[in-house]
């Protein structure tokens, strides 16, 4: 069994263990949040936690209505930017918390006054050193290069961060049940395996979603990209409208991220549209209706809040680029290339 | 002569006319931001506007302190959320301002008691009925499909009101050569359709710049994949290196924005990684050190100001684009698939 395999399957008892461990952490960062009036969430990071990152930029302006602003950490370390922050929650996110940009975004904000709090594996880490608050995503070592676990550890824990300080409170409380759903999610790899040998040839393909899970579209092909060396390239289905569409020709696979919830009426139009131009759908949903449109549909067996969706869609993308790199004979573990930690400065 | 090679060489005087005729309506939101004390720039967009505002991302925080944020517009459309903004401008960016998700981001705000403005080429148009202050791109009619001088003129807008809320105040008038400098990179358009014909058969490419020339290696990505129906992608050279550069095998074509500044040191070492790769790289500078690399050189007769360099790198790419269309035998004013206006719900 490769890394990427047991860390895939590893992921109900790691978001298990955040939950139930987690908790007490991230309720001390939220009572400093509601006593400092936090009126802006500047969250800072890259490359798979950025997508980390994408998630919490919906999800909190939804659940919490905070303002959110996703950091170009290149404005601090390549321009010096003196940016006036006032009452502003800077949240960096980083497996490893080596990443060096993201982690000068919170010098700054710290020394400027701001509450500062990271999401890390490794909490011996220069990320860990620089934030007030640390929430430990308690993955355990991940030894293969494609992150899985620690990027839906990574969602829970902004799930978690959320829940504190949304005024919804089940949306904590319906955080316990995904361990359960993400078994039930593991049990398609049969199917999966199956399925992605079709994509043996495949060269390129589109990723589609919308709103929160336009996360997993960013994911998704990412995994595909890092693990198969497919150009798979991820797109709000708003945006694709807009122009990449154009690229659409017959045959041209499009991988579709369509759970129940406000984002699936204009996924449920897109299947449609590229059905009619003769495109390839690979479609993931728990609706019937859609996946009739598909050459692959992946029947999700659970329908969980539109919020939670990110951590169980994913999954399925994960073992899809974990099968596809498997067939077409490369090493999921070590993908040509890629370095565990990118320090970007 | 197509539309859209007739209004790549209407920008200077688009430019110069912006300048000249938008100080005033420039000047008035400057002075009620100000009086307001805004302390979050809120950008609403969507497609080739939307990289005007990836622009306004890092240009203000960089020039005026102020943090920004890029509105997702589905939290609002989709989800509803009730965000709660303080002394915040809502900026909206759109050619046609018909843009309908971006213009009720700017409804949401204004109801919600902020300061609301945007920039649009058509004042009789839902967006500048929506907000309080509207700048004019005064482009003329845009005939081409892909966007060109609205892109531009979008650009000189953002600098605009960046330079208005500066505290460096030579950047307004920086902006005022910008029209002569357009000229001498338009000089270079022979030399472009001469080497376009080398990537007639070319597929796929990557588009690399950093820090405040994302924009532009967004928006160049975007006209190859309009006009040439090239799988063209485009990515932060930062980014590139965390996974997608795992896609680079021996003739990959990637195009460098890399004028002279901040960003240059990173593009100056990619571009020597890309080439041990093997990779064939298109790259545009004033730098003769890093043109050495390039298979294909564009050589940008001119240095200025790091702000500045997206409204004049840009117009390389759409010639390019425009050109590549042409050898492609392809129409560049009416790609397959795009209307002008798209309308997202």
């Known amino acids: 069994m490769s890394y990427m395999q047991r860390e895939i399957h590893e992921q109900p008892r790691v978001i298990e263990r955040l939950v139930r461990e987690g ?56 321009y010096e930017a003196d940016v006036r922050w006032e009452r502003t929650l800077a949240l960096g996110i980083s497996q490893s918390g080596e990443a060096e940009d993201a982690t000068e975004v919170l010098r700054r904000a710290r020394a400027a006054g701001q509450l500062t709090a990271c999401i890390v594996n490794h909490v011996e880490s220069r990320m860990a050193r620089a934030a007030e608050h640390v929430i430990e995503m308690r993955a355990g070592e991940e030894r293969s290069l494609p992150a899985t676990k620690s990027y839906t550890a990574s969602l829970a824990a902004v799930c978690l961060l959320a ?66 060396y497919v150009e798979a390239h991820p797109y709000s289905a708003a945006d ?23 984002g699936y009426p204009s996924m449920l139009s897109l299947a449609q549209t590229l059905h009619e131009r003769g495109a390839e759908t690979v479609i993931v949903s728990d609706q019937e209706e859609i996946l009739r449109w598909a050459a692959t549909p992946f029947h999700v067996p659970v329908t969980v809040d539109e919020a939670l969706t990110p951590l169980l869609y994913v999954v399925i993308g994960q073992l899809f680029a974990y099968h596809l790199a498997r067939v077409k004979g490369r090493d999921p573990d070590q993908p040509r290339g890629l370095h565990k930690v990118t320090v970007t400065r």
Chains 1, 2 share one sequence.
């Open 23 to 78: 908790a007490a952490g991230v309720g001390k960062l939220c009572a400093a949040a509601r006593e400092r009036e936090i009126g802006l969430l500047l969250v800072a990071a890259r490359g798979t936690s950025d997508h980390a990152g994408v998630f919490a930029r919906y999800l909190f302006e939804i659940e919490t209505g905070i303002p959110v602003s996703l950091a170009a950490p290149s404005v601090f370390t390549l």
């Open 163 to 228: 829940a504190g300080l949304s005024p919804r409170p089940d949306l904590g409380r319906r955080l316990e049940d995904l361990p359960l759903l993400i078994e039930r999610v593991l049990a398609l790899e049969g199917e999966i395996e199956r399925r992605a040998e079709r994509y043996r040839y495949m060269e390129k393909c589109a990723v589609l979603a919308r709103g929160l899970n336009q996360a997993t579209a960013l994911e998704v092909a990412l995994k595909l990209a890092e693990t198969s």
């Open 240 to 262: 694709f409208l807009h122009g990449p569409i154009a690229i659409v020709e017959e045959g041209f696979p499009c991988f579709l991220i369509a759970p129940s919830g406000r």
